[in-house]
């Protein structure tokens, strides 16, 4: 048995019909999230009676239902007596009672002979149509017996709101909502005293606006609000007299703007902000006007400037305010402000190294895209300060020096693009930054390249593993001029052919494309896309998408920036290889004298794409390209021939030159073996040099491995009292010695090249291993393996030593 007391249940239930009338008016998102507790498909503006079949299962349904009732029946008659004293007071003019009373007297029986059904409601209002017919009668009968005096006035008035408030209340009951229901009740109630106790005028056009602004307001949102008080204006205008109806606009359209709320939460956050210390404002946060109000529609000062402010002293509770306010209220603008002036503030306040490396973790709350405030600038700063996380994790000062020029380099293009920004804000607020983060990272470097000139280890400048960057790499990369010199002529021609670059895997074909703007004439933009990574869009509007952003991508990167513009996102979306189309024809327009060579590495990867999607759509897109864009070339790069991938390619790639990516030539790996960098301390005797030129033919990912291991090993000497920079020098037997460790590290290229073969090719080279020697059935084996570079022509032998290697261990293995 509960041990609740009536009145105590009683004076909840009325606490909670307040609260309804409070959420609905103040906090509608609050309000809209509470009913689908209640139930899934319930909202604000639906009637809860709708659901009258639910009641006996979902009792908080039917409890809600009876609360609306109760509030839409009784509200206005407490509007009621709150309004009339405040009219008598200020008007000195006597409220129309009775009116008002018969009216709410009405209302309040009509919502309650009214259970919902529409036969019911019909029958109720035609019967409240009678009692207005007989009581006219009545009166008529009246005024003989009167003559015309007050009997028929108080008669008519009190016969005339009670049938009017039962069929109005009868006639409203089915759509009603507690918005709704209350507003217009209020509006019947209230109105009836005003304009029967005012002289028709101005008074009438503020009473009628008042209660239209507010009941249209809550009902059907601001621009409809606003409609309505200024169609209502003209109309008043028109019968009243123009003060009138410019007051009934004006008054509809202040309440449509809730401007009698904001101008109590005006000065309520005013109070806040000017009474508030500066370091204690996150204790306000709480009590800012939202908390109260989730539908403030005129701008309210200083909001982003307290979070921001809370920020620095809690960010939780910052984080908080900046969630509530965009999935609570419709201040997103307000937090969009304070996302962008925390940032601002964050970036700003970087001093040290230390400080740039977490920028990203601090930042990484912010949604992406990040708010409009931010434009671009943000996303850079956080890609500055990765690289720069990046340059810390190196294992070695002169690694870390070199790491640094990636994001050192960007803070000047950024300097540089802000230095031309129309917007005036943007370029002060980011422009400090970037200057200050690169006085930052300057003097990293300084120091970084002092300690690494003070080492007494060797500078561990080899790289094995990712394409070379230009920016980090910079003199690595040797040779390949007959490849760059080839690309230019062709891509310059007056019919320039499709060029394929093919090679082995790791053989520098990527790393030729990053470095080829730097290694080509300013006539011809080259455009570096990679496919593996667009070939995971699984639909042709991820991948056209993919594609644009990318290129764009890669137009910011080159020596000499080229900024493209994007797409149109709607053509991409409706139909996308189409809008590639138009949008490569635009660049083109835009650009006039330049030739784009389109780089498209990993090409195999479209294959993946077209039996993903079902269309050749892409490959119809390229063949477009090349039949109607004279200036742009496509250049595929990729491991396989044309004549290893599907039939349908050679209907889409013809007049194709290949360009094969192949060993350095002995002089280039001895360059880049004894002149990785400038300045490089020779630490080779002869004969180790000749040991690396025999172990990897001259591979150029070989030869950055064994390398890398040589000098790692050598400066294990050093760590272990055993030498020194200057005076250590490797030899063939060290180079000997780190075979094992190479096939180690380099285990995922070796086993890429094994199970990249067909099983004949395999048995042929287990047998080539075990001393037999190849028959002539085994011709077409070994042409096939001589191509990928892997058995000589004669196919007695491998012709990379260290893949040999690789076959005997795995073999023995077995």
């Known amino acids: 048995m509960s041990n609740t007391s009536p009145t105590s249940g009683f004076l909840n239930y009325v606490a909670e019909c307040v609260r309804l009338l409070y959420w609905a008016y103040f906090k509608p998102f609050t309000f809209e999230r509470w ?90 209002f035609l019967v409240a149509t009678f009692t207005i017919f007989f009581a006219i009668i009545f009166l008529s009968d009246l005024a003989f017996s009167v003559a015309f005096g007050m009997a028929v006035g108080v008669a008519f008035n009190v016969a005339f709101g009670v049938a009017g408030g039962i069929a109005f209340g009868v006639a409203f009951g089915m759509g009603t909502t507690v918005a709704a229901g209350v507003a217009f009740g209020v509006a019947v109630s209230v109105t009836q005293g005003l304009a029967f106790g005012m002289a028709v005028g101005v008074r009438r056009g503020l009473a009628v606006g008042v209660r239209r602004g507010l009941a249209v307001g809550v009902r059907r949102g601001l621009a409809v609000g606003v ?28 309440g449509v703007l809730r401007v009698y709320f904001w101008l109590p939460e005006l000065l309520w956050i005013l109070t806040l902000f000017l009474l508030s210390p500066n370091g204690k404002r996150v204790n306000c946060l709480r009590y800012l006007p939202p908390r109260f109000d989730e539908l403030i529609i005129l701008p309210l000062p200083f909001m982003d400037v307290m979070i921001v402010e809370a920020y620095r002293s809690n960010p939780m509770a910052a984080r908080e305010t900046i969630n509530y306010l ?68 190196a294992t070695s000062p002169y690694r870390k020096y070199e790491l640094l020029n990636i994001p050192i380099n960007a803070l000047r293009q950024l300097g540089q693009s802000l230095a031309l920004t129309k917007n005036a804000r943007v370029a002060v607020s980011f422009g400090n930054t970037a200057q200050n983060w690169l006085t930052i990272l300057e003097t990293a470097q300084r120091t970084l390249n002092e300690q690494a000139q003070e080492s007494k280890e060797i500078r561990q400048v080899y790289i094995a593993g990712n394409s070379l960057d230009y920016e980090t790499a910079k003199d690595r990369f040797k040779g390949r001029i007959d490849i760059f010199r080839e690309i230019e002529t062709l891509t310059l021609s007056e019919q320039p052919p499709v060029l394929l670059l093919y090679g082995g895997r790791r053989t520098g074909k990527t790393s030729a494309l990053k470095y080829l703007p730097y290694k080509i004439g300013s006539d011809i933009v080259p455009l570096l896309v990679d496919l593996q990574g667009a070939a995971s869009a699984t639909t042709l509007k991820g991948l056209a998408e993919n594609l644009a952003q990318q290129i764009i991508e890669a137009a910011r990167r080159l020596p000499r920036t080229v900024n493209l513009p994007y797409p149109d996102a709607n053509k991409l979306a409706e139909d996308p290889f189409p809008a590639l189309q ?67 390619w050679s209907d889409y790639l013809i007049n194709t030159r290949a360009l094969r990516m192949t060993y350095l030539q002995e002089s280039e790996a001895r360059d880049l073996i004894l002149h990785p960098v400038e300045n490089f301390t020779n630490i080779y005797e002869p004969t180790a040099v000749d040991a690396i030129i025999q172990l990897t033919r001259c591979q150029p990912f070989l030869v950055q491995l064994v390398c890398y291991e040589l000098v790692e090993s050598l400066n294990g000497d050093i760590r272990n009292n055993q030498g020194n920079a200057d005076t250590v020098k490797a030899t063939a037997q060290n180079v000997e010695e780190i075979i094992p460790q190479v096939l180690e590290v380099g285990v995922q290229y070796f086993r890429e090249l094994w199970t990249s073969l067909a099983e004949s090719d395999r048995s042929l080279l287990r047998r080539i291993i075990h001393g037999e020697i190849p028959t002539q059935q085994d011709k077409g084996v070994i042409r096939k393996l001589a191509r990928k570079e892997i058995l000589t022509i004669e196919g007695n032998a491998f012709q990379v030593p260290l893949v040999q290697k690789y076959v005997e261990q795995l073999l023995e293995e077995e």
């Open 326 to 393: 965009i999935t609570s209220t419709n201040q997103q603008k307000v937090a969009a402000q304070a996302i962008s002036g925390i940032a601002v503030d964050i970036l700003n306040r970087c001093q040290r190294l230390s400080d740039i490396v977490e920028i990203a973790n601090q930042l990484a709350w912010i949604p992406s895209p990040p708010p409009k405030e931010l434009g671009t600038m943000l996303p850079q700063f956080l890609d500055i300060s990765q690289n720069v996380q990046a340059s810390e994790e």
């Open 227 to 254: 409609a309505v008080g200024v169609l209502g204006g003209l109309a008043f205008g028109v019968t009243a007299g123009v003060a009138a109806g410019v007051t009934f606009g004006v008054v509809s359209i202040l």
């Open 35 to 124: 009913l689908r507790d209640i139930h899934l498909e319930l909202k604000p503006r639906d009637n809860p009676f709708d659901k009258r079949g639910e009641f006996r299962t979902n009792l908080r349904l039917r409890r809600y239902a009876g609360q609306v009732r109760w509030l839409t029946a009784v509200a206005p008659m407490f509007a009621m007596l709150l309004v009339a004293p405040v009219y008598t007071l200020a008007s000195n003019e006597s409220f129309g009672w009775l009116t008002s009373c018969s009216v709410c007297v009405g209302w309040f029986i009509g919502r309650f002979l009214d259970r919902g059904g529409d036969k019911n409601r019909l029958v109720i």
């Open 582 to 648: 138009t949008w490569l024809a635009e660049i083109e327009r835009n650009n006039s004298g330049k030739r784009f060579l389109l780089c498209l590495d990993e090409y195999e990867r479209l294959d993946e794409v077209v039996k993903a999607t079902s269309s050749r759509a892409p490959l119809n897109f390229i063949r477009n390209l090349l039949q109607h864009h004279q200036n742009w070339i496509l250049l595929f790069s990729g491991s396989h021939e044309l004549s290893e991938l599907d039939d349908y």
